[in-house]
């Protein structure tokens, strides 16, 4: 089969060497003479591989030791209920910035726990640097999302909270770029973009911000019960557990975090040169916000738009349309995205930009 190069938003490309690395290991893993698949969640080889993956995750995000690291089920949206859960009781609020649709669903659900004040900029594609001016001074949290997967769009700055702690959605930049995260009191993010295959969400979240869920809080929504049971209060997926293990050895492989920033600004940089050059495609984001990650683009046509998806995907690049609420096209390019990949993208472009000027 030709080769074919995968720019879906999620679930996304995983590392070719991992892919290569779950086959070899498929039947019989570690002289275990079964499948990762069938191992006991309590056994010790799948502690092993849980226990790895923290460790692993820890190093590359150097996450402090006053943080919980947790791996848990229902998606990044299961958050958007979970995070007010856990940090909000009756009566309280928190401030939400919405920068696009991820972040108008995680309002929904906390609007569900408590008051929720929300900040919406003026222009979706521009992200104002936003300080404790901007926000609510009885707020709990300021909850962001720090990638925009469908509007393209991050935040160039995230915004100064003072003493309030700041939430964020990463799912779909976690582990491209560095990040601080002492800045922050939680961190969420779906594993499907960057981590690995759907199924996991991790979770990065500031000890003393765990153990204050009221009472009748379900225990499957708390975070309490999963930092006593080490993520393993029930049966966690442990084969999405596995791959996410071996993307992040495969990261570290790589140079860690800040050589995966380097080659996703550089693969980033080359269709946003070749977008501001074109005659023909177009990404309407302001230059300081826009998405090392997530790249809409759009012809001045339908039609177009609709001729091209066909023509990459005579090309092999699969999985360009846009999402249903924007149109156009899309080009996710996550850490395992390889530059030839954007490059062929590029070509193509070009191509049909000659053809139908
Ligand atoms: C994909 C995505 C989600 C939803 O993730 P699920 O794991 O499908 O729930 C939420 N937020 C952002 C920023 C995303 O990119």
Redesign the pocket.
């Known amino acids: 089969m030709e080769q074919v190069f995968n720019f879906s ?2 679930p996304a490309v995983l590392p070719k060497p991992v892919l290569a690395k779950v086959q070899e290991e498929l039947l019989n893993y570690d002289q275990t003479g079964m499948s990762v698949m069938e191992l006991s969640h309590r056994s010790a080889a799948f502690e092993n591989i849980i226990e790895s993956a923290e460790a692993l995750f820890r190093e590359l995000l150097a996450i402090p030791d006053d943080y919980h690291v947790l791996f848990l089920q ?7 209920s979970m995070i007010p859960l856990n940090l909000l009781r009756p009566h309280q609020s928190a401030d939400y910035i919405i920068t ?1 649709s ?1 972040s108008k ?2 309002v929904t659900e906390a609007s569900k726990q408590g008051t929720i004040n929300t900040i919406t900029p003026e222009n979706p594609y521009i992200i104002p640097d936003y300080t404790h001016q901007d926000l609510s001074s009885a707020s709990q949290y300021v909850h962001i ?6 509007e393209g769009t991050r935040y160039s700055r995230y915004p100064k909270t003072g003493d309030i702690p700041l939430v964020a ?4 930049h976690i582990l491209s770029d560095s990040i601080d995260v002492k800045k922050f009191g939680l961190i969420y ?5 960057n981590l690995g295959p ?1 199924g996991v ?1 991790v979770v990065i979240v500031r000890k003393d911000f765990v153990g204050n869920a009221s009472d009748n809080c379900p225990t499957m929504l708390n975070y309490e019960t999963y930092v006593k049971h080490k993520s393993l209060f029930n049966t966690p997926p442990t084969f999405a557990i596995y791959v996410m293990k071996l993307v992040l050895e495969w990261v570290k492989q790589q140079g860690g975090v800040k050589e995966m920033e380097v080659k996703n600004k550089e693969k980033a940089q080359m269709l946003y040169n070749f977008l501001d050059e074109s005659k023909l495609f177009k990404n309407p984001v302001s230059k300081q916000n826009r998405s090392f990650m ?1 790249i809409p683009f759009l012809t001045e046509s339908k039609q177009l738009d609709e001729a091209f998806l066909k023509r990459a995907e005579q090309e092999g690049l699969m999985f360009l349309k846009g999402h249903r609420s924007v149109g156009g096209m899309r080009a996710s390019l996550y850490n395992a995205m390889p530059l030839e990949g954007v490059q062929k993208l590029i070509d193509t472009m070009s191509q049909f930009e000659k053809e139908n000027r």
């Open positions: 938003a999620g229902g998606g990044a949206s299961l958050q958007f696009g991820w669903k995680a999302t720090s990638n925009n997967t469908i959605d990463m799912s779909s993010a779906g594993a499907q973009k759907s969400t997530n």
